[in-house]
C-alpha cells in the first residue's frame, strides 16, 4: 500500500519545523559583572550538577554563552550550582626598568572573591528549564 502524497508532504513539513526550531539543548547566555555594574572582563562560568560541567568563556564585555561539549550546543535542562575559574584579569600597566628599557608591564589582580570559584560555597544556582538569560553579580565584600 502506497503512503498518500500529504502524509509524506506532513512528514517532511514535520522533520524541517524540528530542525528549523532546534530540538538541541537549551541556550544560556548572560553577563558577569561586579556590584558596580563593571563587567568581569576575564575568566569562565561553570555549571555543574556533580554530573556534568557546562562552560562559557567570560567575554571582555562581561557576557557569556554556556556549552555543555563544544561551542553552541547549549546545556542539558536541569538544576546547577555555578561557579567562577580562571578570573584573573589584567590590573594598571606598571612601569619598570630592565636592562636599561623601560617598559610597561601589567600587574595581574583577581577581584572576585575565593568563595566564587567554589560550587559548594558560591552561593549561585541556576535552574535551566528552556533558553534563557543567567546575569551574576559578583559581591566584592564576600568572603
Known amino acids: 500500500m502506497k503512503t498518500p502524497r500529504y502524509l509524506t ?7 524541517v519545523a524540528v530542525v528549523a526550531t532546534g530540538c538541541g539543548k537549551p ?17 569562565t562560568v561553570n555549571f555543574t550538577d556533580d554530573k556534568i ?9 562581561g557576557t557569556f554563552e554556556m556549552r555543555t561539549l563544544k ?6 535542562p536541569g538544576t546547577y550550582k555555578v561557579y567562577l575559574t580562571e578570573t584573573m584579569r589584567f590590573g594598571e600597566a606598571i612601569e619598570t626598568t630592565m636592562l636599561d628599557a623601560t617598559a ?26 528552556g533558553s534563557m538569560k543567567y546575569d551574576i553579580t559578583i559581591e ?4
Open 104 to 129: 610597561k608591564m601589567h600587574e595581574t589582580v583577581n577581584d572576585v572573591p575565593p568563595k566564587y570559584s567554589n560550587p559548594d560555597q558560591s552561593g549561585l544556582t541556576i535552574d535551566v528549564k
Open 9 to 15: 508532504l506532513c512528514a517532511l513539513l514535520f522533520a
Open 71 to 76: 561551542p553552541g550546543d547549549g546545556v542539558p
Open 140 to 143: 566584592t565584600d564576600a568572603e
Open 27 to 43: 541556550k544560556v547566555t548572560g553577563k558577569v559583572t561586579f556590584a558596580d555594574g563593571s563587567p568581569l572582563t576575564q575568566g
Open 53 to 61: 560541567i557546562c562552560k562559557g568563556s567570560i567575554q571582555d564585555d
